[in-house]
Nanobody, 117 residues
Framework: QVQLVESGGGLVQAGDSLRLSCAAS????????MGWFRQAPGKEREFVAR??????IVADSVKGRFTISRDNAKNTMYLQMSSLKPEDTAVYYC????????????WGQGTQVTVSS
């Protein structure tokens, strides 16, 4: 069982930067593939980025602006967001799964990011 807790959200202006964190409890954090998703009001949840031992991938919509990373010693994953845009406004969720082709099994409660123009 893995519990995930996001933090670092807030209200920023367009062009600002923000770093989200996802702290995981439980064992074997390094074995999980971790990911970030977001959901804007009235829209479906969408993929933002994922990271495993061998690969890290970000969605085209955030490529060049967002960076995903993880510190296995701290059981924590990060999402560094820069050049934020109003359309990045959403609730950001972290998630974990057992492998690349497995369903996302564990989810955090989400953290709100609001970007004003």
């Amino acid at each position: 069982q893995v519990q995930l807790v996001e933090s670092g959200g807030g209200l920023v202006q367009a062009g600002d930067s923000l770093r989200l964190s996802c702290a995981a409890s439980g064992r074997f954090f390094s074995n999980y593939e971790m990911g970030w998703f977001r959901q804007a009001p009235g829209k479906e949840r969408e993929f933002v980025a994922r990271i495993s031992w061998s690969v890290d991938i970000v969605a085209d919509s955030v490529k060049g602006r967002f960076t995903i990373s993880r510190d296995n010693a701290k059981n924590t994953m990060y999402l560094q967001m820069s050049s934020l845009k109003p359309e990045d406004t959403a609730v950001y969720y972290c998630a974990a799964r057992d492998g690349e082709y497995q369903p996302w099994k564990y989810w955090g409660q989400g953290t709100q990011v609001t970007v004003s123009s």
